[in-house]
């Protein structure tokens, strides 16, 4: 019999399952493992949130939508956009409801990409866009950030820009990042657009985490930016609504007519339940993720703390609910081998850095997206396999 896999596209050979999803499953079966592995909140959806995806049950919206969305939830995630970060888009031709952030992600991508076509990417950086990059038979351009705090500097964004020339279609960043931490302040944002408003290329601003910010407010990119800016959000983390898939992606009008293209084949439209609840959450829940925030708050202090004090190099977080932490001269520098000792030896699971590139290399990533509880017993096993190195 023929073996059809040889028939596949060939990009699909080029991508692989992201080692942080490969990692968690290896680690799994482990005797009383604590996974401090995945980035998703531990926290359950708002009550009353639930409670509108309840009763849109019962009202029987169990249809399509159109392929934008529903004109409530884009009215609300306009809205909701201009008050939380004073940046306003038109919910009729510039606002599109996708499956989560991560269909944003590809829509947006495989909506610009062409064969021969070069994408930047701050590294360390999420591993969810390489392999959309690949698929449309492009090339990411990794900037390695590690020297500079893991804040992209405008010099070396201007630098790279000049040395791959017209073949750069596109930048992506991704702030508070996935996986430091780290976000950027309104002065650090400026700076990037005064670099990125002198060259035609895209800016694909992945915001996920924008209501997770904990000594300033978030800046998007798009207020100094907004007609090169693909910004992409959602309500997974802000409102621990992972499961429910909503995401948005906000645009001038003319990109969103290209990308609602792409949008359309991919998935039709996000599903009409999730939507409604999104609703409710964008509106009476506008401030929902402070209550989480605070709480966040903590743990990082702790986690950072704790780390700091194990003789981890941290560089401290400002957002999200991620500790990247370079490993100990003592330990195995080697992350993928450290982390599977780690589990192995003390039944504690944490992300190899070069998961998320080359530039992640000797460091690790805790997400304390946990209870307070769990991260005692967490930093407890990491004290102990740290120390008797």
């Given at each position: 019999?023929?073996?059809?896999?040889?028939?596949?596209?060939?990009?699909?050979?080029?991508?692989?399952?992201?080692?942080?999803?490969?990692?968690?499953?290896?680690?799994?079966?482990?005797?009383?493992?604590?996974?401090?592995?995945?980035?998703?909140?531990?926290?359950?959806?708002?009550?009353?949130?639930?409670?509108?995806?309840?009763?849109?049950?019962?009202?029987n919206f169990s249809h399509y939508t159109g392929m934008a969305g529903l004109p409530d939830i884009r009215q609300a995630a306009s809205q909701f956009l201009?008050?939380?970060?004073?940046?306003?888009?038109?919910?009729?031709?510039?606002?599109?409801?996708?499956?989560?952030?991560?269909?944003?992600?590809?829509?947006?991508?495989?909506?610009?990409?062409?064969?021969?076509?070069?994408?930047?990417?701050?590294?360390?950086?999420?591993?969810?866009?390489?392999?959309?990059?690949?698929?449309?038979?492009?090339?990411?351009?990794?900037?390695?950030?590690?020297?500079?705090?893991?804040?992209?500097?405008?010099?070396?964004?201007?630098?790279?820009?000049?040395?791959?020339?017209?073949?750069?279609?596109?930048?992506?960043?991704?702030?508070?990042?996935?996986?430091?931490?780290?976000?950027?302040?309104?002065?650090?944002?400026?700076?990037?657009?005064?670099?990125?408003?002198?060259?035609?290329?895209?800016?694909?601003?992945?915001?996920?985490?924008?209501?997770l910010t904990y000594d300033e407010d978030h800046v998007s990119i798009a207020e100094y930016l907004r007609e090169q800016t693909i910004l992409i959000n959602?309500?997974?983390?802000?409102?621990?609504?992972?499961?429910?898939?909503?995401?948005?992606?906000?645009?001038?009008?003319?990109?969103?007519?290209?990308?609602?293209?792409?949008?359309?084949?991919?998935?039709?439209?996000?599903?009409?339940?999730?939507?409604?609840?999104?609703?409710?959450?964008?509106?009476?829940?506008?401030?929902?993720?402070?209550?989480?925030?605070?709480?966040?708050?903590?743990?990082?202090?702790?986690?950072?703390?704790?780390?700091?004090?194990?003789?981890?190099?941290?560089?401290?977080?400002?957002?999200?609910?991620?500790?990247?932490?370079?490993?100990?001269?003592?330990?195995?520098?080697?992350?993928?081998?450290?982390?599977?000792?780690?589990?192995?030896?003390?039944?504690?699971?944490?992300?190899?850095?070069?998961?998320?590139?080359?530039?992640?290399?000797?460091?690790?990533?805790?997400?304390?997206?946990?209870?307070?509880?769990?991260?005692?017993?967490?930093?407890?096993?990491?004290?102990?396999?740290?120390?008797?190195?």
């Amino acid at each position: 019999m023929t073996d059809l896999t040889k028939r596949f596209n060939k990009q699909v050979d080029k991508i692989a399952v992201s080692l942080i999803r490969q990692f968690d499953e290896r680690v799994s079966d482990i005797p009383n493992i604590l996974k401090l592995t995945l980035g998703e909140p531990d926290f359950n959806t708002p009550e009353h949130v639930k409670q509108a995806g309840s009763k849109a049950i019962e009202d029987n919206f169990s249809h399509y939508t159109g392929m934008a969305g529903l004109p409530d939830i884009r009215q609300a995630a306009s809205q909701f956009l201009e008050e939380k970060y004073n940046v306003s888009y038109d919910w009729q031709s510039e606002v599109l409801v996708t499956v989560g952030a991560t269909e944003a992600i590809s829509a947006s991508l495989l909506g610009i990409l062409e064969a021969g076509d070069k994408i930047l990417l701050p590294s360390p950086i999420y591993p969810g866009y390489e392999p959309i990059i690949t698929l449309a038979g492009a090339e990411p351009v990794y900037i390695d950030t590690s020297d500079n705090g893991f804040v992209l500097a405008p010099d070396a964004l201007e630098a790279s820009l000049n040395e791959h020339g017209e073949a750069v279609k596109a930048v992506i960043l991704n702030y508070p990042s996935n996986p430091t931490g780290v976000t950027y302040s309104r002065e650090e944002v400026q700076a990037l657009a005064e670099v990125l408003k002198k060259y035609p290329v895209f800016v694909i601003s992945d915001e996920i985490y924008s209501e997770l910010t904990y000594d300033e407010d978030h800046v998007s990119i798009a207020e100094y930016l907004r007609e090169q800016t693909i910004l992409i959000n959602g309500l997974s983390k802000s409102h621990a609504m992972t499961g429910w898939r909503i995401g948005f992606i906000y645009a001038p009008k003319e990109l969103t007519k290209e990308i609602i293209k792409v949008h359309q084949y991919l998935v039709t439209a996000a599903a009409t339940v999730s939507q409604k609840a999104a609703v409710r959450a964008l509106v009476e829940g506008i401030n929902d993720a402070q209550v989480m925030k605070k709480e966040y708050q903590k743990r990082r202090d702790f986690v950072y703390d704790k780390m700091s004090s194990f003789g981890f190099d941290v560089a401290k977080p400002s957002g999200a609910f991620y500790i990247f932490a370079k490993i100990p001269a003592n330990c195995l520098q080697d992350s993928m081998e450290f982390c599977v000792e780690l589990a192995q030896k003390e039944a504690l699971a944490v992300i190899p850095g070069i998961a998320f590139g080359d530039a992640g290399e000797g460091y690790i990533r805790i997400s304390y997206a946990a209870s307070l509880e769990s991260l005692t017993e967490a930093m407890a096993r990491m004290e102990r396999y740290v120390t008797a190195k």
